[in-house]
């Protein structure tokens, strides 16, 4: 099972580190990071490098591709090189999925027109823009299109991946070994769920930043 996780520079690290922590122990996993050269590709906070070991030209086919969203994502939505790749990728995969803003990609992609689909709150509109259906819901599987919404939510999705590929078994001893158990000591995950002081305070964080 060939996992390929593009990058690209402003990528969200959780949206790609989460899942592959999950996907790495399906059997038989190979993960390839892949970008438009190999080599180091920092993250949208401009603080952490992942490396790619491969160049996109390099890469043919997958049996997963997953897409990190991230303020690069929205910025490569307009770039066709990255677009025409998903699209000849996505066309050998058994499953092709995406972490929050990353569906923004596979909606200008032209894959998820008609589709139910999910992404962080904040780019709602822009993936409904795409002929998307958005739903709230963390994990949303549309056949062998699978998104789910913000950052962390990528971690359920891999759970509920490794679930259709290798049982529920499987992806219990995987949550198991990541011991992923969350309980936040806050109830404010959600936009929905979220005090207005909070959601002023972010808004002020991204006026200044």
Known sequence: MRIVIPLFDGFTALDA????????????????????????VVDGAGLLTLTAGAAFDEVDSAGILLVPGGPGARRHVTDEALLT?????????????????????????????????TTHWSAVEQLESYGA??????????GTTVTAAGVSSGIDMALALAALIAGRTAAEAFQLAIEYDPQPPFDSGSWAKAPQTAKDYLTSLRQRG
Do not use: H, N
Not at 30 to 39: N, R
Not at 133 to 142: C, D, G, K, L, W
């Open 17 to 40: 580190v989460g899942p592959y922590e999950v996907l790495r122990m399906l059997p038989q996993a190979e993960v390839v990071f892949a970008a438009a050269e190999a080599g180091p």
């Open 85 to 117: 790749w998903i699209r000849r990728i996505d066309a050998t995969t058994d499953w092709t999925t995406s972490v929050c803003t990353g569906s923004l990609l596979l909606g200008a992609a032209g894959l998820l027109e008609g589709l139910k689909a």
């Open 133 to 142: 259906a958005y739903t709230a819901e963390r994990v949303v599987v549309q």
